[in-house]
C-alpha cells in the first residue's frame, strides 16, 4: 500500500535542455525524491508537446527562454497541448524584460542561472504544489509591470470601445469556440479544418484586431463587435462550409 501511495502523490516531471549532460543529470538529480518522478527529457523539439501530453505530465522544466530555440513558442505549443500543466524555467538571467515575457506566457516558476540543486527542487515542489515561485529582487519589478499594464489596458479599451471588426463568418465562428475554451484540435474537428487551418485562422485575427493572444482577441471582438440580435457570435453549424 505505501508503494502505491507514493506513487500517487509524485509529480511527473519533464525536462527540456539543450545540454544532454545538463538534462542526465537533472535527471538522476530528481530519481533520488520519491515525490518527484521524471517522466520524460528531451532537447529542443517540435515533438515535445506530444512527448509531454503522452506521459502525463504535471510539470515541465525548461532550461531557459532563448530566442533562438523558440522556447517562447514551446511554452505556447505545451499550453495548448496541456493547459494545466506547470512550468519553472532555471538557469536564467537576472534580465527583468525576459523575467516579464516569462510571466506572461504563464510560466509558473523562475529560477536563476546561480541557484542550488537545492534551490531547484524547492522551486519544482513549490510550483508543484499551486505557488509561483520568482526571485525576491524581482517582486517589485512583478507589481510595477502589473500596475503600468492595467493603466495602459484601460486606455486601450476605451480608445477601442466603439471599433468593429471585419470578420467572415468563418473567423466568427471559429472565435466562438475559441470563447468557449475548447483547443485548437476539438475547433478543427467542430469545423471539419486541420489544426494548421485553424492555428492560421487565430493568428490572422490576432493581428487583424491587434491582440496579443486569442484571449484578448475574444474580448476585442465581443467589445467592438456585437450583432444586431445582441450575440457577438453567429450560429454554429457543426459543417459549415468555409
Not at 54 to 75: E, F, G, R, T
Request: charged share 25%; net charge neutral.
Amino acid at each position: 500500500m505505501l508503494p502505491t501511495t507514493d506513487k500517487q502523490s509524485s509529480t511527473n516531471v519533464y525536462v527540456v535542455a539543450e545540454n544532454r549532460l545538463l538534462r542526465e543529470t537533472l535527471v538522476r538529480l530528481f530519481r533520488k525524491r520519491g515525490d518527484l518522478a521524471v517522466v520524460g527529457q528531451n532537447s529542443y523539439s517540435d515533438s515535445v508537446p506530444e512527448d509531454i501530453a503522452a506521459s502525463q505530465s504535471d510539470l515541465l522544466l525548461l532550461d531557459c527562454l532563448n530566442p533562438n530555440h523558440k522556447s517562447d513558442d514551446l511554452i505556447c505549443d505545451v499550453r495548448e497541448s496541456v493547459p494545466q500543466i506547470r512550468i519553472v524555467l532555471f538557469g536564467m538571467d537576472e534580465d527583468t524584460d525576459i523575467f516579464l515575457q516569462a510571466v506572461r506566457l504563464g510560466v509558473n516558476g523562475y529560477v536563476l542561472k546561480n541557484a542550488s540543486s537545492t534551490e531547484l527542487l524547492d522551486a519544482v515542489r513549490a510550483v508543484a504544489q499551486g505557488e509561483a515561485v520568482c526571485p525576491s529582487k524581482f517582486c517589485k519589478v512583478l507589481f510595477q509591470a502589473i500596475s503600468s499594464e492595467a493603466t495602459q489596458r484601460a486606455a486601450i479599451a476605451e480608445q477601442r470601445a466603439g471599433m468593429r471588426f471585419e470578420l467572415t463568418l468563418r473567423q466568427r465562428q471559429l472565435m466562438s469556440l475559441v470563447a468557449m475554451g475548447l483547443s485548437n484540435k476539438e475547433i478543427a474537428a467542430n469545423l471539419n479544418l486541420s489544426e494548421f487551418t485553424v492555428k492560421n485562422h487565430i493568428y490572422r485575427v490576432m493581428k487583424q484586431v491587434d491582440a496579443q493572444n486569442r484571449h484578448e482577441a475574444v474580448n476585442l471582438i465581443r467589445a467592438g463587435a456585437p450583432s444586431e440580435n445582441g450575440s457577438e457570435w453567429p450560429v454554429l453549424t457543426r459543417a459549415a462550409t468555409p
